[in-house]
């Protein structure tokens, strides 16, 4: 089992910046990947983006387009996500998952934490 807590949400204002932070603890791998979602008010959760445990490697949705940036510490076994320039539309809960494609798990198998608000006030 793995557990993920997410942190370090709150109210911003326009261009301002946040930095989430992810928590992991439990069996993980370095086979792992693990990444950043965010569900807007009314709409579908969608994908921001993702690293390699291991690697540190990233991957991002275009709508990101280079604000945010993904990175991990493994002495600290955090993830964290680094939002510059927010906009009203960022507003969302955001999640952390953990997946490890190499044992069978996708995102949709894998591991959830709880979600941390985050609110772009104009």
């Known amino acids: 089992q793995v557990q993920l807590v997410e942190s370090g949400g709150g109210l911003v204002q326009a261009g301002g910046s946040l930095r989430l932070s992810c928590a992991v603890s439990g069996r993980t791998s370095s086979t792992y990947y693990m990444g950043w979602f965010r569900r807007p008010p009314g709409k579908d959760r969608e994908f921001i983006g993702r690293i390699g445990w291991n690697l540190g490697d990233t991957i991002y949705a275009d709508f990101v387009k280079g604000r945010f940036t993904i990175s991990r510490d493994k002495a600290k076994s955090t993830m964290y996500l680094q939002m510059n320039s927010l906009n009203v539309e960022d507003t969302a809960v955001y999640y952390c998952?953990?997946?490890?494609?190499?044992?069978?798990?996708?995102?949709?198998?894998?591991?959830w934490g709880q979600g941390t608000q985050v609110t772009v006030s104009s």
């Open positions: 998952a953990a997946m490890d494609p190499a044992h069978g798990s996708n995102w949709s198998t894998g591991y």
